[in-house]
């Protein structure tokens, strides 16, 4: 299994909603992270998590709480996002968080927030 | 922190022909880059990577080209097919992976 599976492909939301993305590898990968992609832009990094870990947080407002219950499953919860958070989020994840791991993405979870 | 740009936002060439894409980065102390291909509606694939310590690596039918001089980096498709048809990032690792702003790859029949 060489894949990274994000679950929902879309998500359309309210702004007092509560929801979740999900991102799982069975690689054995001990470094996952999440992105966000406007149209037309390149994906920004948002967290990073090392071991289980949270190591890196690009200042990302609170209203997005990342997860990483075990070594194969990251989640990034969701609440009271604005419609300017509306994005595609991909997640990703390489053998460990050090230089030279080439970063396997997942298809993404596109969301809009109405 | 790492700034990395490219030189065109669309590149559009006849099927068969060879695309050269190009990207900047402004972190000298980068050591690591990688080139990622994203067709629409798919999360970015890897397409090839460079170490610092070397100026050219090739794959197949790709080769990237690396310029520590001038901070240059590009990614060379000989042959260019449809289903090279995709934005082409540029990617460079410091504190994390900072990717270019992407080019758009269009080819033509």
């Known amino acids: 299994d060489t894949e990274v599976t994000q679950t929902p492909k879309h998500l359309v939301m309210g702004m007092t909603n509560k929801k979740s993305l999900k991102c799982e590898q069975h690689?054995?990968?001990?470094?996952m992270y999440w992105y966000k992609q406007k149209a037309k832009k390149p994906p920004e990094l948002m967290f990073v998590?090392?071991?289980?870990?949270?190591?890196i947080n690009e200042s990302v407002p609170s209203r997005f709480s990342p997860e990483c219950p075990n070594s194969s499953l990251l989640n990034l919860h969701l609440h009271a996002l604005q419609p300017e958070d509306s994005a595609l989020y991909l997640c990703?994840?390489?053998?460990?968080?050090?230089?030279?791991?080439?970063?396997?993405f997942g298809p993404g979870t596109r969301l809009t927030v109405l | 922190g790492e700034s990395v740009g490219l030189h065109l936002p669309t590149l559009s060439v006849q099927e068969g022909d060879n695309s050269i894409i190009n990207c900047a980065y402004s972190?000298?102390?980068?050591?690591?880059f990688i080139w990622y291909k994203q067709e629409s509606g798919k999360g970015p694939q890897f397409i090839i990577d460079?170490?610092?310590?070397?100026d050219k690596r090739q794959g197949q039918r790709v080769t990237v080209l690396l310029n520590k001089t001038v901070k240059h980096l590009s990614l060379q498709i000989a042959a260019t097919q449809p289903g090279d048809s995709a934005v082409y990032f540029c990617?460079?690792?410091?504190?994390?992976?900072?990717f270019g702003s992407g080019t758009r790859l269009q080819v033509q029949p």
């Open positions: 998590y090392s071991y289980e870990k949270l190591s």
């Open positions: 460079i170490r610092s310590n070397m």
């Open positions: 990703a994840s390489t053998i460990t968080g050090g230089a030279y791991n080439e970063q396997f």
């Open positions: 990617a460079a690792l410091g504190r994390a992976l900072t």
């Open positions: 972190n000298s102390a980068s050591d690591y």
């Open positions: 690689m054995g990968h001990r470094a």
